[in-house]
């Protein structure tokens, strides 16, 4: 029973060293003046929206690893009513997600994208 007891203990120090290299390797190679990245991002929704809270959340989560910036256009390609309310209320939940018509994507993007 002492060598699996031993052999646990090696592993999850083995794990913790090789964490905290990690840390330190990433902090060295990755060192310098952080530089923030801008990006429109074109989401076309259809139907109820099925999958869009979660593509957005993703999308929340590579702003916040990457350090990016910009806006979400949620481009209304045959919202439903229910996708509609949906796609709303994402917009008002995220100040960086916005909804449009297809027409309308020209308003939102930097001259010259």
Do not use: N
């Not at 913790?16 to 990433?26: E, F, H, K």
């Not at 702003?63 to 009513?81: F, H, Q």
């Amino acid at each position: 029973m002492q060598i699996w007891q031993d052999g646990l203990v090696a592993l999850l120090a083995s794990v913790g060293l090789a964490s905290i290299m990690w840390t330190l390797v990433r902090a060295v190679l990755f060192a310098g003046p952080e530089v923030r990245r801008e990006l429109a991002v074109l989401l076309p929704v259809q139907g109820d929206g099925e999958q869009l809270e979660e593509q957005v959340r993703a999308l929340q989560a590579l702003r916040r690893e990457r350090g990016l910036t910009g806006r979400a256009l949620l481009v209304d390609c045959g919202l439903s009513e229910e996708g509609r309310k949906l796609a709303e209320a994402l917009a008002r939940e995220y100040r960086w997600v916005s909804v449009c018509a297809r027409a309308e994507v020209g308003k939102y993007l930097p001259d010259g994208a």
